[in-house]
C-alpha cells in the first residue's frame, strides 16, 4: 500500500525518449506535458473529454490528456503530436492532412492526427462509416469535417500503394 | 488577366502554417509564456441581474502567492468602460451585474491553484433583481432595466408606399420565426496575457482585431498608440467570438494592479459566458399578387443583445440589411431592436444577422410558394434581383446576375430530377431549397508593407489575423503572383501591432478582398521598383522589360532580383519595401460604395424524417460559395464547409439555455456541437468564380455566406417531406415531433 | 481541482480497509472519467482518492460456465474488444462500443459506470437486460446483488462507504433468448436506452426481459410491459404497442436537457416496440 500526499514521480516514455518528473496527485496529464514537458500541442478546450484537442496516445491508446491524471502513464509510452512530427514514418498521415486543405485553425489538428493514427493502426482501411464513428469523439469547428475524412482516407490508400 | 497565366492563384497550394499546425509547434495565445507572469481566476457573479453592496477581498488579498485582486475599486486613474459602439462594458462589474458569469473581481496569482483559492475568498454581496433572460421577458412593460431602458438599439428603413401596397395585394402572409441563442465554440477560449509596464502595454490575445483592442487599450489607459503593443498568435478558431475587445482591458487592469504581466486563460464556460450570437424574433409581413409578384414587405425583428451591448448594435442593423432577401420589392419598411436581457452579452458571430435574417424571409418564401401553388424555385427567380439591381435602394447594385448561380447549384443537386423515394409510411423525405445575399460589413481600410531582400526572397507584413481561415497563404499566393517570385520565397508575418502595419479587423469576410488589395499593391509597388532599377541596368524603359521566375528579362539578358536589389545597393544587402495603402478611395475605383461586396449564399437539402421520433436525418447537403475568383479552392471549399457545418449546429440542436437568467449548459457534455457523425451523406460546395467581385482577380469575400442558408434550406425540406412548417429552431427531434402530431390533430 | 492524496492499494482487503479509515473523506478511482469531472467543477471534493488500479485481482474480463465476468479495473474498451465477450455477447461489445467516444472507453471502467450511477448511461440498461449481479467487497466480507438493486437512483448506490464493487457477473441470456438495445439522443449523453430480450416459441413470446435506461432516474426492468408480452403473439403489432404504452406509463421521466418527460414517454413507447422487433428478428435469423 503506497500512500501520496504530494509528490510523486512519473517516469514514463515519452516519444521515445525516457523521463522522470515530479507531479501531484491532482495533476492532469496535459498539465505535466504541456508545462513539465513543454510539449505543447497537446491543447486544452472543453476540459469534459468531449473534444480531443486533448488527446494523445497512452500504450497506443488515445486518452483524454485534461482528465486523465499524470500519475497513469507511470511506465507507459505516451506518443504526443510532437513524437508523429518527427516520426518520418508518419508522413503519409501528415501530408493527407496538410494536402486534403483538412487544417484550418490547427487547434484541434494534434488530437485529430493523434485520433486518425490510432484508428488506422487497428484498421488500416477503414470505410468512411467506420472513419466517422472512430473519430466522433473528435470535434472540429472550422472544417466541417469533410476534409479530415477525406485526409484519413488518402493516408490509408497510400499506405497500401506504400 | 485567364486563368492560364497564374503561377500560384487559382491553385490549392499547402497553406503555408501546415508545417506548424501539423507538428504542434504553432503558437497559440494558451501557449504564450512571459517571464514573471502571474495567472489569473474570475470571481464570477452567481446571479444574472443583482446590486452590488459590497466586496471583501481581504481574505484573497491575505493568501499567500496572491499578487493583486482587481475589483471596480481599483478602476481609477483609467476608463472604466469599454465597447465597440457603446461603451456599455465595465472592465469589472461596478455597481450591479447583468448576467450570470459576468466578472465582478478577477485574482492574479503565483500559479493557478492558488488564483482559484483566492477567487473563492473574495467576497460579495448581492441584491438580487428579476432577471429578464429572454426577450419576451425583457419586453414586458414592467421588465427591470438592465440599463438605462432594455432598448439597446434601434434601427430600421423604408421605400415605396408601403401601406398602399399591402392594400393592393392579393395575399398577404405574416410569421413569425424564432432564432436561438448559440455559441461559437472556438475550441481555443479566450486567453490573453498582458504585461503593463510604466510606459507601454504587452499583450498576447486570441483577439481576431488588434488593432481595434491596440486603440481601446491606448484609450483606456491613456496612453498613444505606439505605446501598445498587441500580438496575436495563432488564434485556435474565432467566428466572430473574438472580435473587437474581450478580456483585454480586465487583464490589463490586473496586470497593473499586480505589478507583473498577468495571464488569464478562460475555461470554455467563461467563454460561454463571454460572448454569443444574438436570439432572434423576426416576424415578416409579405404582399404578393396571385402571379407570384412580390409586392411589398414590412419586417420587425428584436435581437437579444444579452447583458451589454457588445456588437449589438451592427447586428440589430444587419438582420434589418438581409431579412429582405435576394429580391426586389418597390415596397418595403423594416424595423429592428436590440434588446437587452440577463445573459452572456452577444457580439459577432459569423454572418452577423445573416441566419437569423435568412431563417425567417427563406422560410417564408417557401410558406407563400405552398400557398400560391408555385414551384419555390420559380418563385425565387421571379422575384429574384438582378444584376445591377440594389437589392437594398442606395447600397452597391449587385455585381452579378444570381439566377445562374441558384441553377449552378440545383445542378449539382440534382434538383429538377429528384425523384422522391419514402423508406416507409411513418420515415418520409423531402427538399429544400434556400439562398440569401448579404452586405459584407467590411470597412475598406487596409495596409500592407512588403520587403524584398537581396537573394529574391520576400516577408509580407499584414494586421490580418490567422484565425484558421488560411489568410496567410492566400496572401503569400497574391504576393508570389504580384512579384513574379515561387511561393516558398515569401514569408509573412501577421499580426503584431509594433511590427505590421494597420489592418482594421479580421471579419466580414473581408481580407482577402481588402487585405489582398493591400498585399496586391505592395508587391506591385515593390515589382516596379525593380522593375526601374533593371530599365537603369539594361539602359532601357521599365515596360521592356520582362519580371518573371524571379528574373527581370531585357532581349535575352536576365537579371535575378536579388541582384537588382543588391545593385541598387552597391553592396551585398540591401532591400526594397512597398506599401499597399487600402482606402474606399482605392485606385481601382470598386471600394467606394457600401457595401465594399455582397456575399452570396445558396443551399439545397434533401432529409429523411422520422414521423415516430422527429429525428431529422440530412441526407444531402450542396452549397455555394461565391469567391468570384478563388484564390485557393480547397481553402475556400473549406470555409464553405466549415460554414455549413456551424449552421447544421445551430439548426439542428445548438441552443444555449437559459431559466431565469441561470445559464444551464454551459458546458460542451450539455451543448452539443456537430462531430464527424453529423455530416450530410453527401456534402459538397459548389464553386462559383464569374470573376465579379472588388478584390484581387476579380475575388470576393467568403466564409459566410455557407452558414446563412442552411437552417431554412432543412425546414423547407422538412416541410417538403411532411406537410409540417417549422418557424423555430434548432429542430430538435422533440420540436419536430411536437410539429408533427400538432398537424395530426 | 482541489489537491488530493492518493492511495495505492495493492489487494482488496488494503483496498477497503483504506476506504473505511477515509470514510467521506475518500473515494474509490477507477477510470476516472465521471468522477474526475465532477471534481473539476467543484461538485465532488475527496481528500483522498484510492487506486483500484493498482489491485491485480479486479483486473480482467473473462468467461466461464456461462457467465461473462468483468473486473473493476476492465476498462469499456477492453469489454468491447474481448474475444470471450465477442464470442458469447456480442450485444455487449456493440453497445460498448457505442459508449462515449474512444478515449473515454479506453480509460473509463464499467464496473465504475455502473458505480458512479450517472442516469444517462447505457450499461446499467444493458446489464439489466442480461440480470447481471455485482460482487461486493468490505471490511466486514463479501457480499453480491443484481444490478438492479445495485443502482438505486441518480448518482446513488446501494452500496457503503467502504465496499468495493470486485467485479460484475454476467450470465449469457438463456438458451434461445436474443437480446437487442436501441439508443435515442441528439446530446453528448444518450436520451434514452431499450434493451429487449426475447425467446419466441410457436409464433408467441416465451419470455421477455425489458430494461430502461437513460430515461428514467435509473436503469430500470420494465416488468409490467413484460408480463403483457409473455404469451401473447409475436406477429400481433397491438401487443408491443400495449407492452409500449405500460412502459412509457411506467417510466419515471423528467422534463431535461433531453426532452420533456411527456416526448421521452412517447420514445419509450416507440423504442420498445423498435427493440422488441429487432430482438424477434435476430431470434429469427
Not at chain 2, 452579378?400 to 420515415?427: H, I
Request: hydrophobic share 40%; with cysteine; proline share 5%.
Amino acid at each position: 500500500m503506497v500512500q501520496i500526499n504530494q509528490k510523486i514521480t512519473v517516469a514514463f516514455n515519452v516519444n521515445g525518449g525516457d523521463v522522470e518528473i515530479d507531479v501531484t496527485p491532482e495533476t492532469a496529464l496535459v498539465d505535466m506535458l504541456r508545462d513539465g514537458l513543454l510539449l505543447k500541442g497537446a491543447k486544452r478546450s472543453c476540459d469534459m473529454q468531449v473534444c480531443g484537442a486533448c488527446t494523445v496516445l497512452v500504450d497506443g491508446l488515445p486518452v483524454s490528456a485534461c482528465t486523465v491524471p499524470a500519475f497513469e502513464v507511470r511506465g507507459k509510452s505516451v506518443t504526443t503530436i510532437e513524437g508523429v512530427a518527427a516520426d518520418d514514418r508518419m508522413a503519409g498521415l501528415t501530408d493527407a492532412f496538410i494536402d486534403n486543405a483538412a487544417i484550418q485553425c490547427g487547434f484541434c489538428t494534434p488530437g485529430m492526427v493523434l485520433a486518425a493514427k490510432s484508428l488506422l493502426d487497428r484498421n488500416p482501411h477503414p470505410s468512411e462509416d467506420e472513419i466517422k464513428d472512430y473519430m466522433r469523439g473528435n470535434i472540429c469547428r472550422c472544417t466541417g469535417y469533410k476534409k479530415i475524412v477525406e485526409a484519413i482516407q488518402e493516408a490509408a490508400q497510400k499506405a497500401v500503394q506504400g | 488577366m485567364t486563368q492560364q497565366e497564374f503561377n500560384t492563384v487559382g491553385q490549392s497550394v499547402r497553406r503555408i502554417d501546415s508545417y506548424d499546425k501539423i507538428s504542434g509547434r504553432a503558437v497559440y495565445s494558451v501557449d504564450v509564456v512571459v517571464p514573471g507572469m502571474a495567472y489569473a481566476k474570475l470571481v464570477p457573479s452567481p446571479l444574472p441581474h443583482a446590486l452590488i453592496k459590497s466586496i471583501d477581498a481581504s481574505k484573497a488579498r491575505a493568501l499567500p502567492g496572491v499578487y493583486a485582486v482587481l475589483t471596480a475599486a481599483e478602476l481609477v486613474n483609467m476608463e472604466t468602460h469599454y465597447g465597440s459602439d457603446k461603451k456599455d462594458r465595465p472592465i469589472v462589474a461596478m455597481n450591479k451585474v447583468r448576467f450570470q458569469g459576468e466578472p465582478v473581481a478577477a485574482v492574479a496569482a503565483v500559479d493557478l491553484a492558488t488564483a482559484e483559492a483566492a477567487a473563492e475568498l473574495v467576497e460579495v454581496e448581492y441584491e438580487a433583481l428579476s432577471a429578464a433572460s429572454d426577450l419576451t421577458s425583457a419586453l414586458l412593460p414592467d421588465a427591470e432595466p438592465i440599463h438605462d431602458s432594455n432598448y439597446c438599439h434601434e434601427y430600421g428603413y423604408e421605400w415605396g408606399d408601403v401601406d398602399a401596397a399591402f392594400a393592393g395585394c392579393d395575399r398577404i402572409f405574416e410569421d413569425t420565426f424564432l432564432f436561438p441563442m448559440v455559441y461559437h465554440y472556438a475550441m481555443e477560449p479566450h486567453t490573453c496575457v498582458v504585461s503593463y509596464e510604466h510606459d507601454r502595454i504587452r499583450t498576447w490575445t486570441s483577439a481576431q482585431h488588434p488593432f481595434l483592442v491596440r486603440a481601446e487599450l491606448a484609450r483606456i489607459f491613456g496612453m498613444q498608440l505606439d505605446q501598445v503593443q498587441v500580438v496575436v498568435p495563432y488564434v485556435g478558431g474565432g467566428y466572430g467570438s473574438k472580435s473587437y475587445t474581450k478580456i483585454e482591458p480586465l487583464v490589463a487592469a490586473l496586470s497593473r494592479e499586480a505589478g507583473r504581466p498577468v495571464r488569464l486563460a478562460q475555461s470554455v464556460e467563461e467563454s460561454m459566458k463571454t460572448v454569443r450570437r444574438h436570439a432572434a424574433r423576426a416576424t415578416i409581413r409579405t404582399g404578393v399578387m396571385n402571379d407570384g409578384t412580390f409586392v411589398a414587405r414590412e419586417c420587425l425583428s428584436y435581437v437579444d443583445t444579452g447583458g451589454y451591448t457588445d456588437n449589438g448594435v451592427r447586428v440589430t442593423e444587419r438582420i434589418s440589411d438581409r431579412i429582405v432577401g435576394p429580391y426586389i420589392f418597390d415596397n418595403v419598411r423594416v424595423k429592428s431592436y436590440g434588446i437587452y436581457t440577463n445573459s452572456t452579452p452577444a457580439g459577432s458571430f459569423r454572418s452577423i444577422g445573416g441566419p437569423q435574417a435568412s431563417w425567417a424571409c427563406e422560410s417564408q418564401t417557401d410558406i407563400i410558394a405552398e400557398a400560391l401553388g408555385i414551384d419555390p424555385i420559380q418563385l425565387r427567380l421571379k422575384n429574384l434581383a438582378k444584376k445591377g439591381d440594389e437589392v437594398r435602394r442606395g447600397k452597391r447594385p449587385l455585381e452579378g446576375d444570381l439566377a445562374p448561380k441558384l441553377q449552378m447549384v440545383l445542378d449539382k443537386f440534382g434538383w429538377d430530377n429528384y425523384v422522391r423515394e419514402d423508406p416507409s409510411p411513418t420515415v418520409k423525405r423531402g427538399i429544400g431549397f434556400a439562398c440569401n445575399v448579404t452586405n459584407s460589413g467590411a470597412s475598406p481600410t487596409s495596409t500592407s508593407l512588403v520587403r524584398f531582400h537581396a537573394d529574391g526572397s520576400s516577408t509580407v507584413y499584414i494586421g490580418t489575423t490567422e484565425i484558421g481561415q488560411g489568410s496567410r497563404s492566400v496572401m503569400a499566393q497574391i504576393a508570389a503572383e504580384e512579384l513574379r517570385i515561387p511561393l516558398a520565397s515569401i514569408k509573412v508575418i501577421g499580426s503584431d501591432t509594433d511590427a505590421v502595419p494597420y489592418d482594421r479587423s479580421t471579419g466580414s469576410s473581408r481580407s482577402t478582398t481588402l487585405m489582398g488589395l493591400a498585399v496586391h499593391d505592395a508587391a506591385v509597388d515593390v515589382r516596379e521598383q525593380l522593375l526601374e532599377i533593371a530599365a537603369k541596368h539594361f539602359e532601357t524603359f521599365a515596360d521592356q522589360i520582362e519580371a518573371a521566375d524571379g528574373k527581370a528579362t531585357f532581349k535575352g539578358e536576365s537579371m535575378t532580383f536579388g541582384a537588382l536589389v543588391r545593385e541598387m545597393f552597391g553592396g551585398s544587402g540591401g532591400e526594397l519595401m512597398g506599401r499597399g495603402y487600402v482606402t474606399q478611395n482605392h485606385a481601382s475605383g470598386r471600394l467606394t460604395q457600401d457595401p465594399v461586396f455582397w456575399e452570396v449564399s445558396i443551399g439545397a437539402a434533401e432529409v429523411e424524417v422520422d414521423e415516430d421520433t422527429g429525428t431529422v436525418k440530412l441526407l444531402r447537403y450542396v452549397s455555394a460559395s461565391d469567391p468570384g475568383k478563388a484564390i485557393n479552392p480547397k481553402q475556400v471549399e473549406g470555409q464553405d464547409e466549415g460554414a455549413a457545418m456551424q449552421a447544421i449546429g445551430h439548426s439542428m440542436f445548438e441552443e444555449m439555455l437559459f431559466e431565469d437568467g441561470q445559464f444551464l449548459n454551459p458546458n460542451l457534455v450539455d451543448y452539443r456541437v456537430p462531430t464527424f457523425e453529423d455530416l450530410p451523406g453527401e456534402f459538397e460546395t459548389v464553386l462559383i468564380e464569374f470573376g465579379d467581385g472588388p478584390g484581387p482577380y476579380g475575388s470576393k469575400g467568403v466564409g459566410e455566406g455557407g452558414i446563412v442558408c442552411v437552417a431554412p434550406a432543412i425546414a423547407n425540406a422538412i416541410f417538403n417531406a411532411t406537410g409540417v412548417r417549422l418557424r423555430e429552431l434548432p429542430l430538435t427531434p422533440e420540436r419536430v415531433w411536437r410539429a408533427i402530431e400538432k398537424s395530426k390533430q | 481541482m482541489r489537491p488530493f492524496r492518493l492511495y495505492e492499494p495493492t489487494t482488496i482487503n488494503e483496498t477497503v480497509a483504506t476506504l473505511s479509515e477515509l470514510g467521506d473523506d475518500g473515494k474509490l478511482y477507477a477510470g476516472g472519467t465521471e468522477l474526475l469531472l465532477a471534481m473539476k467543477t467543484g461538485l465532488l471534493q475527496y481528500d483522498g482518492l484510492v487506486n483500484v488500479k493498482t489491485v491485480p485481482e479486479l483486473e480482467g474480463v473473462s468467461y466461464s460456465n456461462g457467465t461473462l465476468t468483468i473486473g473493476a479495473r476492465a476498462t469499456h474498451s477492453t469489454v468491447e474488444h474481448s474475444a470471450d465477450v465477442l464470442a458469447h455477447a456480442p450485444l455487449i461489445a456493440s453497445v460498448e462500443h457505442r459508449v462515449a467516444n474512444v478515449r473515454v472507453r479506453n480509460v473509463g471502467t464499467v464496473v465504475g459506470n455502473l458505480c458512479f450511477a450517472e442516469p444517462h448511461s447505457d450499461p446499467g440498461a444493458l446489464l439489466l437486460l442480461y440480470e447481471a449481479e455485482v460482487d461486493i467487497a468490505s471490511p466486514s466480507g463479501t457480499r453480491s446483488v443484481s444490478v438492479e438493486q445495485l443502482v438505486v437512483g441518480p448518482y446513488e448506490t446501494s452500496l457503503a462507504g467502504d465496499e468495493l464493487v470486485t467485479r460484475v457477473r454476467v450470465p449469457l441470456l438463456p438458451n434461445g433468448m436474443r437480446g437487442a438495445y436501441l439508443k435515442f439522443g441528439y446530446h453528448h449523453r444518450p436520451t434514452l436506452g431499450v434493451g429487449a430480450a426475447v425467446s419466441v416459441t410457436d409464433g408467441k413470446f416465451l419470455d421477455v426481459r425489458l430494461t430502461l435506461g437513460s430515461a428514467p432516474p435509473k436503469p430500470t426492468r420494465m416488468r409490467d410491459a413484460e408480463a403483457v408480452l409473455r404469451g401473447a403473439a409475436v406477429d400481433d403489432p397491438a401487443v408491443a404497442i400495449e407492452a409500449g404504452r405500460i412502459a412509457a406509463e411506467g417510466c419515471d421521466a423528467i422534463d431535461d436537457l433531453h426532452g420533456s418527460a411527456e416526448y421521452k414517454r412517447h420514445l419509450v413507447q416507440v423504442f420498445v416496440q423498435r427493440a422488441l422487433a429487432e430482438a424477434v428478428e435476430r431470434g429469427v435469423k
